[in-house]
């Protein structure tokens, strides 16, 4: 049995250790079949789960969620009790803490990966008959729908050249355009390079009368300082009225504020944070993208030893409590067992640019959910 640990939520104000962009989206933007419903760091000690946690690891047992599971703000700036909360984005009042560009614009608060090493770009590898075979990724996606809160899982990801390694928040009817709006927050761990990871926003207005608005998209390349697919790291997204933020083994990599706004290419200004308003399930995906100057150029020959594993330990979903600005835990999944549990999790199985979803390839087993990278030779598969 894998041994399960629970690591604190701390602010990014203790010392610095070692921890551990494009148009493109981890969601089903054109779906062939649609989906049904579509500064410091705390390191995670643990390299291989069944390892125990080593003396200098930071690890608080009062954290444990079936023991103490209310969780406090991220923010290290004070909440004032004195306020309510709002109804409404246009009410919620803009952190006078939040950092300003030299236009006193809103920007968003990154965390200084600097002094982290950057490690070499995968390489392509050459092969002469890709297109002998069909390329299969995976797509677990979450029953739930959440307005805020808080969203945790501890993995391993995969990079290889072309892939795509995530964890996204996505308003199921995002790819449906007309009058659908697009709300998504993403982390994607990219084939380009296995020490680096993205984190984005992706808003688009409804179209109108006028003209068919395009996608605002918000992507940071943020360095892990090691090899995303060798480790085990603990990833967050942290979603509220006021702010949404991204994690790292519980240290804070980003912050986005309500009242920063981007623009749409020949179009409207859009603060995205107040943007954010539709119900979103939580998913994680594995695939190859054809865009090679985001992810690097995939040939298929990268799967020539076997299947490429993102394996996820666990996922804890809290619950946003606008009254405390803090977070209450509402489930957690440990992948115990032989199988998805269904009041939660369904298969992704469609078109995904280079590679096709399906749920043979979602497997539950060794006390993980595994979301297999593979291919199969055509006449096999026929």
């Known amino acids: 049995m894998k041994t399960k640990i629970l690591l604190p939520i701390v602010t990014a104000a203790l010392s610095m250790s070692m921890f ?27 390299v ?13 047992p009062t954290v444990d969620p ?30 006078p803490n939040a950092p300003v560009d030299a236009n006193g614009k809103i920007t968003s608060k990154i965390f200084d990966d600097s002094a982290l090493p950057k490690l070499p770009n995968n390489d392509t590898v050459h092969v002469d008959n890709k297109s002998d075979y069909n390329y299969y990724g995976a797509e677990l996606t979450g029953r739930d729908q959440f ?8 993995m391993k990801m995969v990079s290889i050249s072309g892939s795509v390694s995530s964890m996204f928040l996505y308003y199921d009817n995002s790819y449906m355009e007309e009058d659908e709006p697009w709300n998504e927050i993403d982390i994607e761990v990219l084939g380009k390079n296995p020490g680096s990871w993205q984190s984005n926003i992706i808003t688009r207005y409804p179209d109108d009368e006028t003209k068919k608005h395009k996608n605002i998209t918000s992507e940071y390349i943020h360095q892990f300082g090691d090899n995303a697919t060798e480790n085990f790291h603990l990833f967050g997204m942290i979603w509220t009225p006021e ?5 790292i083994d519980s ?11 981007r623009t749409e290419k020949n179009g409207p200004e ?17 695939w190859s993208a054809a ?3 985001w992810v690097g150029k995939f040939t298929g020959g990268e799967l020539a030893d076997g299947p490429k594993e993102q394996l996820i330990d666990y996922v804890r979903v809290y619950d946003y409590d606008p009254a405390t600005k803090g977070f209450v835990l509402n489930w957690q999944d440990d992948f115990d067992g032989d199988a998805l549990d269904k009041t939660h999790w369904k298969t992704g199985n469609w078109k995904m640019e280079n590679t096709t979803l399906r749920p043979a390839n979602v497997v539950v087993a060794d006390g993980y959910c595994k979301l297999l990278l593979s291919r199969e030779l055509k006449e096999a598969a026929n």
């Open 270 to 286: 859009q603060d995205q944070v107040a943007f954010m308003t539709m119900e979103q399930s939580l998913r994680f995906n594995l």
């Open 20 to 46: 551990a962009c494009s148009d493109d989206s981890s969601s089903p933007a054109s779906p062939v079949v649609n989906p049904t419903s579509s500064s410091a760091a705390v390191v995670d000690p643990i």
């Open 251 to 261: 240290v804070e990599i980003r912050r986005d504020y309500i009242g920063q706004t």
């Open 48 to 60: 291989d789960p069944t390892a125990g946690v080593s003396s200098s690891s930071v690890v608080d």
């Open 243 to 247: 702010y949404i933020a991204w994690e």
């Open 147 to 154: 307005t805020y809160g808080r969203f945790e899982a501890r």
């Open 66 to 95: 079936t023991q103490n599971p209310v969780v406090g703000p991220t923010s290290s700036a004070a909440a004032d009790p004195d306020v309510a909360p709002a109804s409404s984005a246009s009410n919620i009042a803009i952190d």
């Open 291 to 293: 865009s090679t100057g």
